[in-house]
């Protein structure tokens, strides 16, 4: 089983510690080449974070833009069956109304003649 030391970022292989510690003094962490790779790699990390969240945000914006697209086309869409539903009632009322208005003249005539 490995043992961990945090503090100075070593570890031993065996529960014996019997590796060589000479450096066990320092923190790893602490010494100023790892502080500009924490810095740098923190710039690039923030950096890529930001670059990654921008190209989401524009991704989301794009999706929402074609969301709305697709309401106006299913808005648009009822609408001109609602259009086509009415002109079509229309026509209808108005074919059955030259119907009746065309049997009422047969009608009329077909009694005009018994009449005379």
Same mark, same amino acid.
């Given at each position: 089983?490995?043992?961990?030391?945090?503090?100075?970022?070593?570890?031993? /292989?065996?529960? !014996?510690?019997? @590796?060589?510690?000479?450096? /066990?003094? &320092?923190? #790893?962490v602490?010494t100023?080449?790892?502080?500009?790779?924490?810095?740098?790699?923190?710039e690039?990390?923030?950096?890529?974070?930001? &670059? &990654?969240t921008?190209?989401? /945000?524009?991704?989301? +914006?794009?999706?929402?833009?074609?969301?709305?697209? !697709? =309401? +106006?086309?299913?808005? %648009?869409?009822?609408?001109?069956?609602?259009?086509?539903?009415?002109?079509d009632?229309?026509? %209808?009322?108005?074919?059955r109304?030259?119907? &009746?208005?065309? #049997? =009422?003249?047969?009608?009329?005539?077909?009694?005009r @003649?018994?009449?005379?």
């Amino acid at each position: 089983m490995a043992n961990v030391n945090y503090r100075y970022g070593r570890y031993s /292989i065996n529960h !014996h510690s019997f @590796e060589d510690s000479s450096n /066990i003094s &320092e923190p #790893w962490v602490d010494t100023p080449h790892h502080q500009a790779e924490s810095s740098t790699s923190l710039e690039d990390f923030v950096a890529q974070f930001s &670059e &990654e969240t921008r190209l989401r /945000i524009e991704k989301l +914006e794009r999706m929402e833009a074609l969301d709305q697209l !697709h =309401e +106006e086309m299913k808005a %648009n869409l009822a609408e001109l069956f609602r259009l086509k539903l009415f002109s079509d009632e229309s026509t %209808n009322a108005m074919n059955r109304e030259t119907q &009746e208005d065309d #049997w =009422e003249l047969f009608e009329d005539d077909s009694l005009r @003649e018994k009449e005379t």
